[in-house]
């Protein structure tokens, strides 16, 4: 990688090399086992100029999310977060029945529901065809299409400009940053608001929360250099919450910059602490790697501990998250002998690159195995709960971020005291 995408700079500064991993949604079929897969180099940089941490541009988004096997409404905690945002979002904006709501990567429309139910007209921008018809089935309004300038100009000509501009989990997603940012600005009308969120790299160095990095995920973010690169496509960063989402997010508020204003006291807060941490200078970035090698030595020695004391393990969800562990750790069927998933769409495939089965749920009640490996930790809370009839047996938990846990599960009784 020899220059930033964002600013231009030349050759950005290792920050952890992890070998080289398949896309880590690209779930393989049963005929596919014999089948060689394509890997990509997983090596993550930091501009020294605009610090903006980032991977090559070796896959397209239209390798990766033309068909998508992430369907956000099987997360029951992500779908009230979207529920509880567009509650809080309707009061912050004033939306009321004249307005008009775009979300670009709406996904299968989980939040764009809650809108919908407020009957407030909205549109929801898609790439992936099987996710965004089943938005459509949904009620949903849903164009298939990848946000551009050209995209986000078609949109507001034929629908008008948008008062609320949301882009949620997709900042991260796209290479072309300044295009997507002006895309942005092509749909948001010149008072309006455009809300993105997107996982903290502070928290992601803070909590090693180093399975985030795939191929899907282009660059991550402080606010710092969300900021340039909002500004890039003409728009200003207003004001920021920190969020738990993701193992933590920041949501960013930001508007047309011809009339933006000042940004809040947060958004300076928040820019200090990014600053103390030391996220704008090398040494911010020197221990990472070292950590990230722990967090492999530690499962490895555990699966291998459990294997050679006849203990069964197996994995709780098939996250994008949990191909980057198990690729980087060479986790294999001999370590975790499958793993088990929601989404349907997963059901008798296999991982990308570890090549391990991925199951329906009610198989771990089947099975009893003596551990659970926990691979989306980032919903510690809500799988703890969903969890606790492993208890039923002594089974127990593993969360492998942001260091091993092996955890007894409480039964649902004692757990909800």
Known sequence: ??????CGAAAPASVVDLGATPPCESFLAAEQLDVPETTYPLHLRVCTECWLVQLPPLITPEE???EYAYFSSFSSSWVEHARTFVAGVVERVGL????FVVEVASNDGYLLQHVVERGIRCLGIEPSVNVGAAAREAGVPTLTEFLSPATGAAVRAEHGPADLVVANNVYAHIPDVTGFTRGLRALVADDGWVC?????LLTLIEENQ???IYHEHFQYYTVASASRALASGGLALVDVELLPTHGGSIRLWARPAETAGAPSRRVADV??????AGLQELSGYAEFSARVAKVRRDLLRFLIEAAEQGKTVVGYGAPGKGNTLLNHCGVRPDLLAYT??????????????????????ERIAEDRPDYVLVLPWNLREELTEQLSYVHDWGGRLVFPIPELSVVEVLPVKESAV
């Not at 998933?341 to 749920?361: E, M, Q």
């Open 196 to 200: 993105v969120e997107v996982q903290h």
């Open 64 to 66: 990766t999310f033309s």
């Open 271 to 276: 820019l200090d602490r990014e600053k103390a």
């Open 1 to 6: 990688m020899t220059r930033c995408r964002l």
């Open 96 to 99: 009321g029945p004249d307005s």
């Open 210 to 212: 180093y399975d985030t």
């Open 340 to 361: 088990v998933d929601r989404n349907p769409y997963k059901h008798g495939r296999f991982t990308p690159g570890s090549r391990i089965p991925v199951l329906a749920p």
